[in-house]
């Protein structure tokens, strides 16, 4: 059974940083695509960016007006951060990482980020 494991997250001051690590259990492929979601309070899960690893070759993908800020990137096979650099207010919300193969797609528990000015 493939679990998430998610690590980070908490208080931030805004101009800071912040690591968020997530790590899949359970399975051994090499297919896969890994990424982070948030939930602002009241809105609907969004996509912050993801991350395909096929046999080793990542591909990685942004919502446009994070990337200047935010990095994904692959730790090891199936284990994943997404680093925040110089957070904003805006960016408060529930961080999800996501695992997905052609079969499987699991939600981690979610990371709570509040960046105060």
């Known amino acids: 059974q493939v679990q998430l494991v998610e690590s980070g997250g908490g208080l931030v001051q805004a101009g800071g940083s912040l690591r968020l690590s997530c790590a899949a259990s359970?399975?051994?492929?090499?297919?896969?695509?890994m990424g982070w979601y948030r939930q602002r309070p009241g809105e609907q899960r969004t996509l912050v960016a993801s991350?395909?690893?096929?046999?080793?070759?990542?591909?990685t993908v942004y919502v446009p007006d994070l990337k200047e800020r935010f990095t994904i990137a692959r730790d090891a096979p199936r284990k994943i951060h997404l680093q925040m650099n110089n957070p904003l207010p805006e960016d408060t919300a529930d961080y999800f990482c996501?695992?997905?193969?052609?079969?499987?797609?699991?939600w981690g528990q979610g990371a709570q980020v509040t960046v105060f000015s």
């Open positions: 996501l695992f997905t193969t052609g079969h499987t797609t699991i």
């Open positions: 359970g399975t051994d492929t090499d297919q896969y695509v």
């Open positions: 991350l395909t690893d096929d046999w080793g070759e990542v591909a």
